[in-house]
């Protein structure tokens, strides 16, 4: 069965910074995309991030982008998401996805459960 993972979730004031890692099993993780979404309270999920294995590409929502940084480290089936200038908007509930496409703009089949982020103001 494939498994996702999510860790290093919590509660940081705005200026602060998480990192995000995602664990994957099941999978072969040379071959996937692996996304990040996020869910605001009373908010439709949206990704925020994404790190694509068969054209190598990065995708950031405009929201995020100059903030953050996602990288994958293959040789431990692991995505990191690197949260910097975190701000109270970003507050919410974060999901890793993959896709066994490698692409980031193909729909995504596997879904972590979640972890909570916080951020005060």
């Known amino acids: 069965d494939v498994q996702l993972v999510e860790s290093g979730g919590g509660s940081v004031q705005a200026g602060g910074s998480l990192t995000l890692s995602c664990a994957a099993s099941?999978?072969?993780?040379?071959?996937?995309?692996i996304g990040w979404f996020r869910q605001a309270p009373g908010k439709e999920r949206e990704k925020v991030s994404c790190i694509g294995s068969t054209d190598g590409s990065t995708y950031f929502a405009d929201s995020v982008k100059g903030r953050w940084t996602v990288s994958h480290d293959n040789a431990k089936s692991t995505a990191t998401l690197q949260m910097n200038s975190l701000k109270p908007d970003d507050t919410g509930v974060y999901y890793c996805?993959?896709?066994?496409?490698?692409?980031?703009?193909?729909?995504?089949?596997?879904w972590g459960q979640g972890i909570q982020v916080t951020v005060s103001s």
């Open positions: 996805a993959a896709n066994a496409f490698g692409i980031c703009g193909w729909a995504f089949d596997y």
């Open positions: 099941g999978l072969t993780f040379d071959d996937v995309a």
